[in-house]
């Protein structure tokens, strides 16, 4: 059992928001973590937010949405390929779930923001095997016209193409029959609308979750961690494919959120991942909410 397992939950109108605790993964940083930046200025960033120096941490947050009568499970973590590498680290999204009394089989419907591994990993289980076996995985059309049409014919792909590529092929192989596509502005259920956020990914999506006067915009990966992407909106992380696009529509959207303060929640924000976006003199701020985190501990 994983210790980094866990979870919180809040309604948005009828919505049940529960956020779930795929772990984390903590890396030296290196020159290219920002292809834009120093690292002597990613360090000021990492300080200034009361963090380390020198190493950063990534927080994976799956999210499900529980309507009574429909459980929509959006990504799926880094699955069993994330504990192969460390068994205290990211992957234990099967654990979260269960920490919140949710079986795999009662998902119907499982969303796929974009096919990045930390977010198409856990679709497969140890064996290869549908982890979730009674799901429509909805998958953008666009993520899905490029990896499995046009990524695999790119000439001479860089080393990380590549493996992103073969991990796509690899998860949805057995997957095919439970694939259906999505298009921006789509309705996912009844107050579930995809947002594209193209740049991270060709064809990147976020979610508006709205039901009677409530609402949270779940961004996916449209800013990494915010100690250093919500406070320098024009630094470009090396994970995002398209730097350009993914800037401006990360702009976009972080002015947005601070005009209108809608909530938000954010898959690699720090775990629960969910508060508000504040503007600042040169970038914004994430001010986090609080909310009651559950373990398997009960704290
Ligand atoms: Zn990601």
């Not at 927080?59 to 499970?73: A, E, F, M, S, W």
Request: hydrophobic share 40%.
């Amino acid at each position: 059992m994983s210790s980094a397992a866990r979870f919180a939950s809040y309604f948005v109108g009828s919505i049940r928001v529960v956020i779930l605790a795929d772990g984390a993964r903590t890396f030296p940083l290196t020159d290219d973590f920002v292809i834009n930046a120093t690292k002597d200025e990613i360090n000021a960033a990492l300080s200034d937010a009361g963090l380390p120096v020198n190493q950063i941490t990534t927080t994976y947050t799956p999210i499900l949405l529980d309507c009574g009568n429909r459980k929509v499970l959006i990504d799926t973590g880094n699955g069993a390929a994330g504990l192969a590498v460390d068994p205290a680290g990211p992957g234990c999204l099967s654990e979260s779930l269960r920490q919140a009394g949710i079986k795999a089989a009662e998902i119907d419907t499982v969303v796929i923001s974009h096919c990045h591994p930390d977010h198409v990993n856990g679709l497969i289980d140890e064996n290869g095997n549908s982890a979730y076996p009674n799901a429509a995985i909805l998958v953008p059309s666009v993520e899905w016209d490029f990896w499995m049409q046009m990524a695999p014919r790119i000439p001479a792909p860089s080393p990380r193409m590549m493996k992103l590529t073969q991990t796509n092929l690899k998860v949805f192989h057995s997957l095919k029959n439970q694939v259906q596509v999505y298009s921006d502005g789509d309705k996912i259920l009844d107050g579930v609308t995809a947002v594209m956020t193209p740049g991270h990914s060709i064809g990147h999506m976020s979610f508006i979750v709205k039901s009677g006067s409530e609402e949270v915009f779940l961004q996916s990966d449209l800013t990494n961690n915010p100690a250093i992407f919500l406070r320098n909106p024009g630094w470009h992380g090396r994970f995002d494919q398209y730097p350009m696009l993914a800037e401006s529509t990360r702009r976009e959207k972080l002015h947005w959120l601070a005009q209108t303060r809608i909530r938000v929640q954010g898959y690699h924000f720090p775990f629960p991942g969910c508060g508000y976006v504040e503007q600042t003199a040169d970038g914004y701020h994430f001010k986090p909410l609080t909310l009651g985190v559950k373990t398997a501990h009960g704290g």
